[in-house]
């Protein structure tokens, strides 16, 4: 007898199935250019994730979406447990000179994976359908502005109804300790009074630690990204340099950066994809079908002539329609044996 069987083993059981599988796994970036977004996505996987948001790239006159896939290995497994992991990157976010409505290319993108997937779920390969929904989308807020800008709240407003929001403050190595605190504290009393829902979690109470507390408490999270890498003290660490000294930014004293690479990579990754299914997605499915069940009774309407009764009264109105025709045609053909008789056909 396996000694996997049992009550107390099916989460182990349902871990081992997710982990054969493997994972799929998809974030948003979205934010102004210049805040580090690329940078900060090559220190969270890797260079195999190479975003448009570089400060190469120019700036695009309106929002884009461009979206990168890679298979990573973001967890220490000796047996090389992959993730399928996709970015998508929306340049020229806030760049125009008119930037109203600059969010919609992002909504109309996350409602058409929802689309997607509920064509896939409602079709005949339910068991093969892949995931390519959005589970998370990191928000990047400009750390000089100390505040949420119009824009910002706007689309946390638009965005945060249809996926998971968490928003960072960038480049949080402009800013001292206390402006940090300050400016967490601001943040989260702005989010607050305008409505908007950011992701908080929805971690069981028996797997609650104090790393998970840690994490929540953090949010919204101060990053710094960096790809490159300095000696300190004999060892290499992670880091931006400057003439006062180095910032690390794997260190917790510096920065949130191995906060909220926990939080997408381990404690929070599968809570985040719970709650695009039971919450984001079950409200876009019920409003679609909502609509459905409203474009059909529209239909039924107008094919029915507006009146009660459904099906019987499309019948009713298809029996009318015929006898009609019929009627029509009797007239028709009286007409025409009148003026055979009066007119005889001359041979």
């Not at 220190?43 to 120019?58: D, K, M, Q």
């Not at 960072?168 to 504290?185: G, N, P, R, Y």
């Not at 009146?307 to 006898?323: F, T, V």
Request: one cysteine or more.
């Amino acid at each position: 007898m396996s000694r996997h069987l049992g009550f107390h083993n099916l989460p182990y059981m349902a871990h081992r199935k997710s982990m054969k599988k493997g994972f799929r796994f998809t974030l948003m970036v979205v934010g102004e250019s210049g805040l580090g977004k690329s940078t900060l996505i090559q220190s969270l996987f890797g260079n195999s994730i190479a975003t448009s948001s570089a400060a190469s790239h120019s700036i695009q006159p309106t929002t884009t979406i461009e979206t990168v896939t890679a298979d990573i290995e973001p967890f220490d497994d000796p047996r090389g447990v992959k993730m399928k992991l996709t970015v998508v990157d929306t340049p020229g976010f806030g760049e125009s000179i008119d930037s109203s409505n600059c969010w919609q290319p992002i909504v109309d993108f996350i409602n058409q994976k929802y689309d997607q997937y509920y064509e896939d779920e409602s079709g005949f390969n339910r068991p093969n359908i892949e995931d390519n929904r959005v589970h998370c989308c990191l928000y990047f807020i400009n750390p000089s502005c100390h505040q949420l800008k119009p824009l910002d709240i706007k689309c946390m407003q638009e965005l945060h109804k249809l996926v998971n929001v968490v928003p960072v403050i960038a480049k949080a190595d402009t800013l001292t300790d206390i402006e940090k605190k300050k400016l967490k504290t601001r943040l989260l009393n702005e989010i607050n009074e305008n409505g908007i829902q950011i992701y908080t979690g929805q971690i069981e109470e028996e797997e609650d630690s104090p790393e998970i507390f840690e994490i929540m408490n953090a949010i919204p999270m101060a990053v710094v990204g960096s790809t490159e890498y300095h000696r300190l003290a004999g060892e290499k660490v992670r880091g931006r340099s400057y003439p006062w000294g180095l910032v690390q930014v794997e260190n917790k004293d510096h920065c949130d950066f191995l906060l909220l690479k926990s939080m997408l990579i381990n404690t929070h990754m599968q809570d985040l994809k719970d709650c695009t299914q039971d919450i984001h997605y079950e409200n876009f499915r019920k409003k679609k079908l909502k609509q459905e069940h409203s474009d059909l009774q529209q239909f039924i309407g107008v094919t029915s002539g507006g009146g009660a009764g459904g099906g019987d009264a499309m019948l009713l109105a298809k029996e009318r329609e015929i006898e009609e025709m019929k009627r029509q045609m009797a007239m028709l053909q009286a007409q025409l044996q009148r003026g055979g008789a009066g007119n005889p056909r001359v041979m």
